[in-house]
């Protein structure tokens, strides 16, 4: 008897883990399957005539270079815009606050905003700054609706960076007689800047492959801005595009591989600043 | 920190001003060296083509073209946002009155199209648009294999769609259950791939992926069209508010001259509006 | 440094949350930090008050804005004719967007149904049962699977998935099936993530002492884990809803956007996401107000997940 609940303990536990390892075999290869894909019918767009040079024609032939200063151009200005803003909230969130409804209020109102469908959030950018305050199509609407989606996101990563500072650090400067600000800003955030920066770095990697939210702030005209109040299509609108139209498929491939690296780009050079830091901070 | 934050505030503040101010200046009408061109995306190859071309031949201007739609294009240039409106569809009975001058610049023939594979050649303009409004959803109702019809439609924003309801369904509603695409090229690659689907696109865009039906016995030719015959065609226009301004007449005749009708238009599939036309 | 020495009892940490700076809280008599100093430290906590306090302001932005476009329709047809009514045929007049709740709920239940067991499958697997070059592995795949814009994930959809789709099941291969098979890998980072960090919180204590009791690795995992983690796990799930019932780049591309409710599996259906994205184009007047009032809706509902998220936490901590 007890050898038979043996087995079938046994048997269950094998199944069970042989289960467990097949939902990781899938996710792994979901993840597999969607970048060889795109690899394989992307790369053989990647030339450098494609990378700088300009669209033309009735297909949209030739590069796609404008829509890549878009990106670049729409994505470094919203981490400017957010950043500072994103690092004083968490600032005091995680220094000065007090718990209460305020900071309950703040907390709420901060998963809010990153729970926002990015769809509303375009709205949100045509009606506010589009078309409210006037700005018309412009790099600089997109960049302030981006930076209400990023915000959230490198508020709570700076603030989990803030208080993963020692408290023993602190006590040292403030027994040695610095005010309040002097410790967060010569001790506490230096100590936390490559967390901070890897949360920044990883929230523009979002930005840079959001497609609703800019198409209704930035427009959808070909165009390399220069102004931020030129207009302006950035990578995921051109490759929405070329996928509707589903004329020029290997432009749309070649567009999807170069985001896809894009955002890739990001998502390592964050690892890499969180691992080099780490062992900086081993002693 | 905080002198960063004062900066991108004043950054802002700054480039908002100047924008404003650059509005002013626009509307104070200094010599037009930008124009704007919105409307159909079954117009927006010719008309970027032709947008690259004439600022090949003249530096200084330079034409921006947008494909969002007949209606969006032909409401921006009613509500000046754009200078020209380029449309796929004729103007709607409450549009008539608002002012737009109309400058046809091709014709084009809507074909339907099927899968290679579907047996089906022909069908009359009825048994089309019972199909597409749904009182056929067999392809046996009309000599095919008995399968359900795999019906594609085009979004409401397509000019294509409205000429083709008007054309052939006579203002009859659409079967709501249609697929409804936001693209020519994903119409026609629908139908490529699926065996029992049935659609429509602007004659330019059929390729040997698909097969396009011959309407009422007569088969969609550039011939065909340019003389009449085959049933289902229409103008694309561009439309001005009131009589173009100098630089959009630029433009329109450059887009009416021999060089982008019979290279341009032909190579998008159209019919060129003046030679052989009627 | 400071101009005057202030004077706090040494050792005694400046707690986040009590009186700023260590000024007076050791008396008078000693001096204090000069008045210079004091006020900009007043004036420094402000500003970071009001930087906290823009994620506030950019909430009630957002209601404002889109609510102030989108609450004519609200006015002119009636909430409930509005969120009731079964006719999305706004060329006529018809603004009821009950046909577009439903379908976006049946889109979001199915992706959860598929996702949510893969997802929280992965995480135990990264949790409990990968070794440490395993998890190396893994973990950064499903990060990265997080990192793929959405407008990516559609685009495969359009010309991978339905295509194969089509093929297989016949039709045309939009509709719910291929929108639940997009929508779960898309949904499966954020439920594994916040569902592994809710496993690792559980103390290995627990663990051992399962296993020294005899129970195996499932046993444990099934039986003792996953109910320990429930909170989290649950939290996760309903952050999962949410990202799916908002999603529209990669719902547009594969859901075939008719506006009824689809009999069956594979016939196209429009949702609250896909249909302001497809309309937004052209619309004018009424139907455009009416996009803006299912934005509104969008919003609340992904805020009504929140609060839930909110609820769920409070519950399962007083219940312990």
């Known amino acids: 008897m007890q050898s038979r609940e043996r087995i079938s303990k046994t048997l269950t536990n094998t199944l069970a883990l042989g289960v467990i390892w097949l939902a990781a075999i899938v996710t792994v290869g979901a993840l597999g399957t969607i970048l060889l894909y795109i690899i394989v019918n992307g790369i053989g767009q990647l030339t450098p005539a494609f990378i700088f040079g300009w669209p033309h024609g009735v297909n949209m032939e030739g590069g796609i270079w404008p829509t890549i200063q878009s990106t670049l151009y729409v994505t470094t200005l919203a981490m400017l815009i957010t950043t500072p803003v994103a690092i004083l909230a968490a600032v005091y969130l995680a220094e000065y606050a007090v718990q209460g409804r305020l900071v309950s209020t703040i907390r709420f109102a901060a998963d809010s905003l990153a729970s926002v469908p990015s769809i509303v959030m375009g709205l949100f950018g045509l009606a506010a700054f589009v078309e409210g305050i006037g700005m018309g199509f412009s790099v600089i609407a997109a960049a302030l609706a981006l930076s209400f989606l990023m915000l959230p996101i490198v508020m709570r990563t700076t603030e989990e960076a803030i208080r993963a500072v020692p408290k023993y650090i602190r006590w040292g400067s403030y027994g040695l007689g610095a005010t309040k600000w002097q410790t967060v800003s010569r001790i506490v955030l230096p100590s936390a800047t490559p967390r901070i920066v890897t949360g920044v770095i990883l929230s523009a990697g979002r930005a840079a492959g959001e497609t609703a939210v800019v198409i209704y702030t930035m427009g959808t005209m070909i165009n390399a801005p220069v102004l931020p109040t030129q207009p302006g299509r950035v990578m995921p609108v051109h490759l929405m595009l070329l996928a509707q139209e589903g004329i020029n498929l290997p432009a749309a491939f070649g567009t999807a591989l170069l985001l896809v690296l894009m955002v890739l780009g990001f998502n390592l050079t964050a690892r890499y600043i969180v691992r080099r830091s780490n062992k900086g901070m081993q002693r | 920190m905080t002198h960063r934050r004062l900066a991108a505030v004043l950054l802002v503040a700054v480039l908002a001003i100047s924008h404003l101010t650059g509005c002013v200046g626009k509307a104070t009408g200094?010599?037009?060296?930008?124009?704007?061109?919105?409307?159909?995306?079954?117009?927006?190859?010719?008309?970027?083509?032709?947008?690259?071309?004439?600022?090949?031949?003249?530096?200084?201007?330079?034409?921006?073209?947008?494909?969002?739609?007949?209606?969006?294009?032909?409401?921006?240039?009613?509500?000046?946002?754009?200078?020209?409106?380029?449309?796929?569809?004729?103007?709607?009975?409450?549009?008539?009155?608002?002012?737009?001058?109309?400058?046809?610049?091709?014709?084009?023939?809507?074909?339907?199209?099927?899968?290679?594979?579907?047996?089906?050649?022909?069908?009359?303009?009825?048994?089309?648009?019972q199909i597409f409004e749904g009182t056929i959803s067999n392809?046996?109702?009309?000599?095919?294999?008995?399968?359900?019809?795999?019906?594609?439609?085009?979004?409401?924003?397509?000019?294509?769609?409205?000429?083709?309801?008007?054309?052939?369904?006579?203002?009859?509603?659409?079967?709501?259950?249609?697929?409804?695409?936001?693209?020519?090229?994903?119409?026609?690659?629908?139908?490529?791939?699926?065996?029992?689907?049935?659609?429509?696109?602007?004659?330019?865009?059929?390729?040997?992926?698909?097969?396009?039906?011959?309407?009422?016995?007569?088969?969609?030719?550039?011939?065909?069209?340019?003389?009449?015959?085959?049933?289902?065609?229409?103008?694309?226009?561009?439309?001005?508010?009131?009589?173009?301004?100098?630089?959009?007449?630029?433009?329109?005749?450059?887009?009416?001259?021999?060089?982008?009708?019979?290279?341009?238009?032909?190579?998008?599939?159209?019919?060129?509006?003046?030679?052989?036309?009627? | 440094m400071t101009d005057s020495l202030p004077a706090p009892s040494v050792g005694e940490p400046v707690e986040p949350g009590r009186q700023e700076t260590p000024t007076g809280s050791a008396g008078e008599g000693l001096s204090t930090i000069s008045r210079a100093t004091y006020v900009r430290e007043a004036v420094l906590r402000n500003l970071f008050l009001v930087c906290a306090c823009v994620a506030v302001a950019g909430v009630a932005l957002?209601?404002?804005?889109?609510?102030?476009?989108?609450?004519?329709?609200?006015?002119?047809?009636?909430i409930g004719a509005f969120l009731g009514g079964g006719v999305w045929h706004p060329t006529q007049g018809d603004f009821g967007i009950l046909t577009l709740i439903v379908n976006s709920l049946l889109a979001t239940v199915g992706a959860l149904v598929l996702g949510a067991p893969l997802a929280v499958g992965t995480a135990v697997f990264l949790s409990e049962v990968a070794g440490p070059r395993v998890r190396e592995l893994v973990r950064p795949a499903v990060e990265l699977l997080a990192g793929i814009p959405s407008v990516v994930y559609g685009f495969f959809g359009l010309v991978l998935l339905r295509p194969i789709v089509a093929k297989v099941f016949g039709g045309l291969g939009f509709g719910l099936f291929t929108v639940w098979v997009i929508l779960a890998v898309m949904i499966v980072p954020t439920i594994a993530a916040i569902s592994e960090d809710a496993l690792r919180s559980v103390p290995d204590g627990i663990r051992e002492a399962s296993y020294a009791m005899g129970a195996t690795k499932w046993q444990t995992i099934w039986r003792v884990l996953l109910p320990a983690a429930k909170i989290g796990i649950i939290d996760a799930i309903i952050l999962g809803m949410g990202r799916a019932i908002g999603e529209t780049m990669a719902v547009v591309m594969v859901a075939g956007n008719a506006p009824v409710i689809p009999n069956g599996i594979f016939a196209p259906f429009l949702t609250l996401t896909t249909v302001i994205v497809m309309d937004m184009p052209?619309?004018?007047?009424?139907?455009?107000?009416?996009?803006?009032?299912?934005?509104?809706?969008?919003?609340?509902i992904s805020m009504i997940f929140v609060a839930s998220i909110r609820l769920v936490s409070r519950l399962g901590r007083e219940v312990g």
């Open chain 2, 30 to 129: 200094a010599a037009q060296t930008e124009l704007t061109v919105t409307g159909s995306t079954t117009i927006l190859p010719i008309a970027e083509v032709a947008a690259d071309m004439f600022h090949a031949q003249h530096p200084d201007l330079r034409v921006l073209v947008a494909g969002v739609g007949s209606s969006a294009g032909i409401e921006s240039v009613v509500n000046g946002t754009s200078d020209i409106g380029t449309s796929s569809r004729d103007l709607k009975p409450e549009e008539k009155s608002l002012g737009l001058v109309d400058t046809p610049i091709a014709f084009d023939a809507i074909a339907v199209i099927v899968n290679p594979s579907n047996p089906v050649k022909s069908l009359t303009t009825s048994q089309v648009a």
């Open chain 2, 139 to 278: 392809w046996k109702g009309v000599g095919g294999p008995d399968l359900p019809i795999g019906l594609v439609n085009r979004d409401e924003a397509s000019g294509t769609r409205e000429a083709f309801s008007k054309i052939v369904l006579n203002g009859g509603a659409f079967d709501p259950k249609a697929a409804v695409l936001p693209g020519t090229g994903q119409v026609r690659s629908v139908v490529a791939v699926s065996p029992t689907a049935v659609g429509y696109i602007s004659l330019g865009f059929v390729d040997a992926s698909v097969k396009a039906l011959t309407i009422d016995g007569v088969a969609p030719t550039e011939k065909s069209v340019a003389d009449g015959s085959y049933p289902i065609s229409r103008v694309l226009h561009f439309f001005t508010k009131g009589q173009p301004n100098p630089l959009s007449k630029r433009y329109i005749d450059f887009v009416l001259s021999d060089a982008i009708q019979q290279d341009v238009v032909r190579a998008a599939g159209f019919t060129p509006i003046k030679k052989g036309a009627k």
């Open chain 3, 282 to 300: 052209y619309a004018a007047g009424d139907h455009r107000t009416a996009l803006f009032g299912v934005a509104i809706v969008l919003f609340i």
């Open chain 3, 62 to 78: 957002i209601f404002l804005f889109v609510g102030w476009r989108g609450y004519p329709i609200f006015a002119k047809v009636g």
